[in-house]
């Protein structure tokens, strides 16, 4: 598709197991967000890259989360021995700014990955 | 970060015309105002994005006073489908790059 994917759609998994949510941008989108949405709040930040590397992580809650885009596309958001108040949608969004300094305008939105700990 | 202030929600009727005001009164001399539109299960949609006076596009117009601290998004003629929630954010750079804050956004129900 055209659009940002992000797969899986819906995940549910037990406190203290390890996640890994993907996130395939628009094809030659270099910036990349990783949002984090909780039920009746808007998205919080949590990390953006320009290309492989991570320009701001400073919305990372803790250091159980990670993310990466070895290969500036595809990127996965990690977060290890998941708690309850990890649940929330996480969302990842595009953007085709090709320098950091740009403007990135619209960003594309990809569907989300709702993460459910049990 | 930069602060946004909107209603929580906001009713209308179909046809009618919505204009959703949001405050912004620590905005910086080169940030943006962008607004977005989320629908349940999805993710964000961008709207409009304008610095400063009146700027138009096919869905919605934004009115920006000359000093900035405000803005005001308004959808003509609304409809069912219109139902959602808003957001507006001060796009603003930091360091090189745009930093987006997403506030608890204006539910917007449309009624018949």
């Known amino acids: 598709g055209a659009g940002v994917s992000q797969t899986p759609s819906n995940k549910v998994t037990e406190k203290g197991k390890y996640v890994e949510l993907r996130c395939d941008p628009i094809s030659g989108h270099t910036a990349l967000y990783w949002y984090r949405q909780s039920l009746g709040q808007g998205p919080e930040f949590l990390i953006y890259f320009q290309g492989t590397g991570a320009a701001d992580d400073s919305g990372l809650p803790n250091d159980r989360f990670f993310a990466v885009r070895p290969e500036g596309s595809v990127s996965t958001l990690k977060i290890q021995r998941t708690e309850r108040g990890d649940s929330a949608v996480y969302l990842c969004?595009?953007?085709?700014?090709?320098?950091?300094?740009?403007?990135?305008?619209?960003?594309?939105f990809g569907e989300g990955s709702r993460l459910t700990v049990l | 970060l930069a602060k946004t202030t909107q209603p929580i929600s906001m009713d209308s009727y179909e046809g009618q015309e919505v204009n959703i005001t949001c405050s912004h009164n620590n905005i910086a001399t080169n940030d943006y105002i962008t607004w977005y539109q989320q629908f349940p299960s999805q993710g964000p949609r961008f709207i409009i994005q304008g610095y400063k006076t009146k700027v138009t596009n096919e869905v919605a117009s934004l009115f920006i006073p000359a000093d900035r601290k405000s803005s005001t998004l308004s959808l003509p003629r609304v409809s069912l489908s219109d139902t959602a929630v808003y957001y507006c954010l001060v796009d603003r750079m930091n360091s090189g790059y745009s930093t987006l804050t997403f506030g608890k956004g204006t539910m917007l129900l449309v009624s018949p």
């Open positions: 969004a595009s953007s085709p700014a090709k320098v950091a300094g740009e403007r990135p305008g619209e960003l594309f």
